[in-house]
């Protein structure tokens, strides 16, 4: 079913959103097939420019509705009266067209922290002239208002393998001069799986983005002068492999600061041959500070097959923590097992550690697999967070949502966030302790506050949907050395209607949300479909997807 798909489909989502921008003003394009299963497997941005370029290809019951789509494009592009921004509290968009924003990242500069970005899948970029599709969206005064927003423009190599930014976003500043960086999947989006694609990753500063010379514009959000610095971490010259979920962390490693970016590498030739048709694995890329120079990319989990979601931290230790999920069964069609694993490099080294396990969970949130009463894409994602407490080695926290019962291998009920920790690089960890407090919960993040010594981690959570566990909140939870919670705040109300967005339904929220923290205030991202717009200035004004920064005192 088309809903409770895989991870290729969620790479394909990625793509056929590309595909739409894409596609020339007549709507004619190249009828190119893709293999079902490829897109049942990545990012899902990457499958709806797919099937946007080519709606004959989507499930049977959305081809109607990819069909209209590319309708309601063509004529949104076409000189129209714009509608006069609509601001709703804590909404950090001016999107007049009531298209969706998800898969938050946020990041504050530590230096200044009335400097807040936060990053997005931005659907308007169905609109761009290139199909960029990474939003970014600044604030100059803590979060409370958008000061300008645009999308992450494309990246070439050598002036020639020109690629638009398409979704994953990733965000942080520099904690010496705030800085601004950011990360993209970037691919081509009317054919992502049959040309090269790579990982972006750009620089920027507050001068930049706020000069008149950046000027992203409702027709074309993806102004170059926004974003002077940018290039590959890593880039696929065979199409036979696609780079997905990037993540990236600025710091100073010892022998200066430097930019660490980590991401799965998609290869659709495995061998031996597999029923799932590819197999993956995560590497991992040091840049300088200047994105100048790039170390090559260093194999992580070199013999684990199967893998996805990559986390990295530069810790106040000065080494590089790594996190990701192997995954077992997948490839064999078995229940899913997603075994956490944790690599380290000391300072200044480009070499990692043994291989650590955190925890082989049993009842992962499984690629394919659903929560009992939403459609969305999910699946089991850990996240991880580094703190100095006096000792030998800074403590390691991980966590994760896993299910409380997982019926038929792949129905996931009331899953729960655990938290695990060690103290000696990985070697031992903590009994897994539950942070959250019954109901549905997942996409958690985790972040330290060094400045007020606070440790805070956030979800989504169904728990006050106590009748169909259908509708979500966000939850923020202030965590004891421990791991144990202190206090817990709900940041939304009422609860969101997941399902309520036009273009996109119950299909997809995004694969993560973050929290970021300093000077004992979390800013949380996410996404909400409380704002009623109409879609693409048609019918009438109705709920739709938005993306949102609630800041909170912890």
């Avoid at 926004?226 to 010892?254: I, N, S």
């Avoid at 997948?330 to 550690?353: C, H, N, Y």
């Avoid at 805070?456 to 728990?463: I, P």
Wanted: proline share 6%.
């Amino acid at each position: 079913m088309f809903l409770r798909s895989t991870r290729w489909m969620r790479l394909a989502f990625i793509a056929l959103l590309a595909g739409l921008v894409a596609l020339p003003a007549s709507g004619t394009h190249k009828d190119r097939r893709v293999d079902t299963d490829a897109l049942a497997h990545v990012s899902q941005s990457v499958a709806v420019h797919h099937w946007l370029a080519h709606p004959n290809q989507a499930p049977d019951h959305l081809q109607e509705v990819f069909r209209r789509a590319n309708e309601l494009v063509a004529r949104a592009r076409s000189p129209q009266a714009a509608a006069a921004p609509f601001r709703a509290a804590d909404r950090l968009n001016d999107d007049l067209f009531g298209l969706p924003q998800n898969e938050e990242s946020v990041s504050a500069c530590r230096l200044d922290d009335s400097l807040v970005i936060e990053g997005t899948n931005d659907y308007r970029g169905l609109l761009d002239s290139e199909g960029n599709f990474t939003g970014w969206h600044l604030s100059t005064d803590g979060g409370n208002s958008l000061a300008k927003e645009g999308l992450l423009p494309a990246v070439s190599v050598g002036g020639t393998a020109t690629r638009p930014s398409g979704g994953d976003p990733v965000y942080s500043f520099s904690e010496l001069d705030c800085d601004v960086y950011g990360a993209s999947l970037n691919y081509d989006p009317f054919d992502p799986f049959a040309n090269t694609n790579g990982i972006g990753i750009y620089k920027t500063d507050e001068t930049s983005l706020l000069s008149g010379a950046c000027d992203p514009t409702a027709a074309d959000l993806s102004d170059e002068d926004c974003w002077p610095t940018r290039r590959y971490a890593a880039f696929a010259a065979d199409a036979t492999h696609f780079l997905d979920k990037e993540w990236f962390d600025v710091g100073d490693t010892g022998d200066g600061e430097h930019v660490w970016v980590t991401y799965t590498d998609f290869d659709g030739t495995p061998t031996p041959p597999n029923p799932a048709g590819f197999s993956a694995e995560i590497f991992a890329v040091r840049c300088d500070a200047d994105l100048v120079d790039c170390t090559a990319p260093i194999p992580v989990s070199e013999n684990d097959v199967d893998v996805q979601f990559s986390d990295v931290t530069i810790g106040p230790d000065q080494r590089t923590y790594i996190t990701w999920a192997q995954i077992f069964g997948e490839l064999t069609g078995d229940p899913q097992t997603f075994v956490i694993k944790m690599r380290v490099a000391e300072p200044g080294s480009t070499t990692f550690g043994p291989e650590r396990v955190v925890f082989e969970e049993e009842l992962a949130i499984p690629f394919g697999g659903f929560l009992h009463a939403n459609d969305f894409r999910v699946a089991t994602y850990p996240k991880h967070e580094v703190r100095d407490l006096g000792g030998a080695n800074p403590r390691v926290y991980v966590v994760w949502d896993a299910c409380e019962f997982r019926l038929l291998g792949s129905i996931c009920e009331e899953p729960i966030i655990w938290l695990s920790y060690s103290d000696d690089l990985g070697v031992s960890w903590s009994d897994r302790v539950a942070i959250s407090d019954g109901g549905d919960n997942y996409f958690p993040t985790i972040a330290f506050d060094p400045a007020g010594n606070r440790l805070v981690a956030a979800w989504f959570t169904n728990q006050f949907d106590s009748t169909f566990h259908n509708r979500n909140d966000v939850e923020l939870v202030r965590l004891n050395a421990n791991g144990t919670v202190k206090f817990s705040h709900r940041l939304t109300k009422p609860s969101n209607e997941t399902e309520a967005d036009p273009l996109l339904g119950g299909f997809f929220i995004g694969d993560y949300i973050e929290v970021f923290a300093h000077n004992r205030t979390a800013w949380v991202g996410y996404n909400a479909n409380y704002r009623q717009v109409k879609l693409l200035s048609e019918g009438i004004r109705i709920a739709q997807q938005d993306n949102y920064l609630t800041r909170a005192e912890v």
